[in-house]
């Protein structure tokens, strides 16, 4: 059965970022743009864009994935209409070949304290130690990327029992979901991107994780929140890491901890500027497709 409608168009810089919008407004799941051929990039390391939203690929292949029973016809007539250069093919997805590529994984963090399996492998393991039930999805966070795991490597290594535990930028959830099952007695996960609240819940409650447990937030029923938290963990890139730094500190108890990566080697020192109030130090690092991923952890002082 075909679980996805999948349109690609080809188009200049200057048309692509209007494509996109019009695709997330033909009710577009996801829309991704990347280089059409093999051209010099502007775009820096892991997608972060060097200068500004603007900076593209000369050609651009923007791609939409939209539900199997979507009708794409007006979305082809306005795209081969407004764009002269349009070059647009539409293709029907497997569920599995959305996925592909990043296979769910079967991996151990904090020297086997925590294990990440397979959904498919619930019914074969036995559930002592905390165990995460996971496939990749459209959220971020199948467990696959370096920073992902600096995370959770940190959490299984931390003393959670009874903690409180804020996830901020939750992706799949697959950070929050661990904390909770490690034994956090409470987990907020904020996101701002909508798939991410609908991942982690669905995640949450499929690894025996009651609401109770752990509550999904935007940023904006966030800042609501005026409890600080015992450990914060954020895996963003720099940049908005910097900009939530005021957010992110708040959001640290006296004696808690705060664990941030996404962060490039070269981006380190512009991260630990931005959080005077908790002394940032190198926890972890990683290096993966040429680039070396850093995990920064530091701790409120107590009084
Ligand atoms: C790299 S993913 C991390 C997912 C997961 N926590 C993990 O460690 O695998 C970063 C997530 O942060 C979210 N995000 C980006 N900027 C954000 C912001 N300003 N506030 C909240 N979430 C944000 C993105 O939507 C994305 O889901």
């Known amino acids: 059965m075909n679980a996805w409608r999948q349109l690609a168009a080809v188009l200049l810089a200057d048309d692509a970022l209007l494509a996109s919008d019009m695709f997330e407004a033909a009710g577009a799941v996801s829309v991704t743009t990347s280089a059409a051929s093999d051209e010099a990039l502007f775009v820096a390391h892991a997608g972060e864009i060097a200068d500004g939203a603007a900076a593209l690929w000369r050609r651009c292949l923007v791609t939409g994935l939209f539900a199997a029973d979507s009708d794409l016809a007006v979305l082809r007539a306005e795209l081969g209409s407004r764009f002269d250069t349009a070059e647009i093919t539409e293709t029907e997805l497997p569920e599995s070949a959305w996925l592909g590529g990043v296979p769910a994984l079967s991996l151990a963090f904090g020297g086997g304290r925590l294990r990440l399996e397979p959904k498919s492998s619930r019914t074969e393991l036995d559930q002592e130690g905390a165990v995460v039930f996971l496939d990749a999805g459209l959220a971020f966070g199948s467990g696959s990327h370096p920073t992902t795991q600096m995370c959770l490597d940190y959490l299984a290594e931390a003393a959670l029992e009874g903690r409180r535990v804020l996830d901020f930028g939750c992706g799949s959830g697959i950070l929050a979901v661990a904390a909770a099952r490690l034994g956090a007695r409470q987990v907020m996960a ?40 015992d450990v914060v963990v954020a895996n963003i890139l720099a940049n908005p890491l910097i900009a939530l730094a005021p957010v992110l500190s708040a959001a640290v108890a006296r004696g808690g901890r705060l664990v941030l990566t996404g962060i490039l080697d070269p981006q380190v020192e512009a991260v630990v500027a931005a959080y005077p109030d908790i002394p940032l130090a190198e926890g972890d690092r990683r290096s993966a497709d040429g680039a070396t991923w850093v995990r920064l952890e530091g701790r409120r002082a107590s009084a």
């Open 190 to 229: 904020v996101d701002i991107d909508p798939q991410a609240w609908l991942a982690t819940k669905e995640n949450a409650h499929y690894n025996g994780v009651p609401e109770s447990q752990l509550v999904v937030r935007s940023p904006d029923e966030f800042a609501a929140e005026s409890e600080p938290f």
